[in-house]
């Protein structure tokens, strides 16, 4: 399994990227995907998550990124998106895609095994 994270980059404060993680190999496991992020000496953080069947299921997101940050998904490519907007200097990090074949508790990193190298995003003030 490979998660390739894609999409980071500089950015001035207020405005948006989007972040793509396409999975490939044996990804028929998985149940859902998410997003963190880790700044240079602090833990990796949640971000958003969400699953990745019906359309029932709301998606996560931290407190930090709500209302502007959204989860998406694409099945037919196996890729999940995370758009940006507004960003703030406060989001600068690399940013981390993730995928797991559990169902429970998707906030948490423990959650993951599967891991994509990271992308970063630094948002200029």
């Known amino acids: 399994v490979q998660l390739q994270a894609s999409g980071g980059g500089l950015v001035q404060a207020g405005g948006s990227l989007r972040l793509s993680c396409a999975a490939s190999g044996r990804t028929h496991s998985f149940r859902a995907m998410g997003w963190f992020r880790q700044t240079p000496g602090k833990e990796r953080e949640f971000v958003a998550a969400?699953?990745?069947?019906?359309?029932?299921?709301?998606?996560y997101y931290a407190d930090s990124v709500k209302g502007r940050f959204t989860i998406s998904r694409d099945n037919a490519l196996n890729t999940v998106h995370l758009q940006m907007n507004n960003l703030k200097p406060e989001d600068t990090a690399s940013y981390y895609c993730?995928?797991?074949?559990?169902?429970?508790?998707?906030?948490?990193?423990?959650?993951?095994?599967?891991w994509g190298q990271g992308t970063v995003v630094t948002v200029s003030s």
């Open positions: 993730a995928a797991t074949a559990t169902g429970l508790r998707i906030q948490l990193r423990s959650t993951y095994k599967n």
């Open positions: 969400m699953f990745l069947e019906g359309s029932g299921g709301m998606p």
